[in-house]
Nanobody, 117 residues
Framework: QVQLVESGGGLVQEGGSLRLSCAASGSIFRIDTMGWYRQAPGKQRELVARITTGGSTNYADSVKGRFTISRDNAKNTMYLQMNSLKPEDTAVYYC???????????WGQGTQVTVSS
């Protein structure tokens, strides 16, 4: 059974940094595009950043220049380095990935990020 598990969330002051991780486990022979999404209270889930197997990335305009997405294919793990955090970055952050098939989309359980002003 394939699983995605996020870690690294927490409480940080405005201007601070956090690094999120998303580890995939189980019977895996291929991971295609991976992504980070977030959902703030009362808002829809939105894309934060996405990365392909080859390392091509794209970011939401609101995080460009502050967040960096990366992945370690040997470890089946994706990261999100978040710098210069703002209160508006407060949300539950979720990772997702297409694993073993482009039609199989998996989601993690989410990790809370809270930025205090």
């Amino acid at each position: 059974q394939v699983q995605l598990v996020e870690s690294g969330g927490g409480l940080v002051q405005e201007g601070g940094s956090l690094r999120l991780s998303c580890a995939a486990s189980g019977s895996i022979f291929r991971i295609d595009t991976m992504g980070w999404y977030r959902q703030a209270p009362g808002k829809q889930r939105e894309l934060v950043a996405r990365i392909t197997t080859g390392g091509s990335t794209n970011y939401a305009d609101s995080v460009k220049g502050r967040f960096t997405i990366s992945r370690d294919n040997a470890k089946n793990t994706m990261y999100l380095q978040m710098n210069s955090l703002k209160p508006e970055d407060t949300a539950v952050y979720y990772c997702n990935a297409r694993i073993n098939s482009r039609w199989s989309l998996y989601w993690g359980q989410g990790t809370q990020v809270t930025v205090s002003s």
